[in-house]
Nanobody, 121 residues
Framework: QVQLVESGGGLVQAGDSLRLSCTASGRSFSSYAMGWFRQAPGKEREFVAICSWSGISTAYADSVKGRFNISRDNAKNTVYLQMDSLKPEDTAVFYC??????????????WGPGTQVTVSS
């Protein structure tokens, strides 16, 4: 069993940066790939970034490539999402998830409650 809690969201202006954190409880954190997803009002949950269990392999949605960076620290049971050059269209609830190395939300077993990111223009 893995429990996830996100933090670091907030209200920022376009062009600003935020770093989201997701801390896991449970001893099997390092065996899971970790993903970040987001959901804007009225839209489906969408893939943002994923990180393999080792942190060596990563992948990003085209919409965030070059602006966002995912990393993890298995000693701290934490995965991060560094978000730079934020845009108003990045406004969403951001979720972290633990599961298989995939961009599909259905392949993830554990989810955090989410953290709101709002980017004003």
């Amino acid at each position: 069993q893995v429990q996830l809690v996100e933090s670091g969201g907030g209200l920022v202006q376009a062009g600003d940066s935020l770093r989201l954190s997701c801390t896991a409880s449970g001893r099997s954190f390092s065996s899971y790939a970790m993903g970040w997803f987001r959901q804007a009002p009225g839209k489906e949950r969408e893939f943002v970034a994923i990180c393999s269990w080792s942190g060596i392999s990563t992948a990003y949605a085209d919409s965030v490539k070059g602006r966002f960076n995912i990393s993890r620290d298995n000693a701290k049971n934490t995965v991060y999402l560094q978000m730079d050059s934020l845009k108003p269209e990045d406004t969403a609830v951001f979720y972290c998830a633990a599961g298989d190395y995939s961009a599909q939300p259905s392949t993830y077993t554990y989810w955090g409650p989410g953290t709101q990111v709002t980017v004003s223009s």
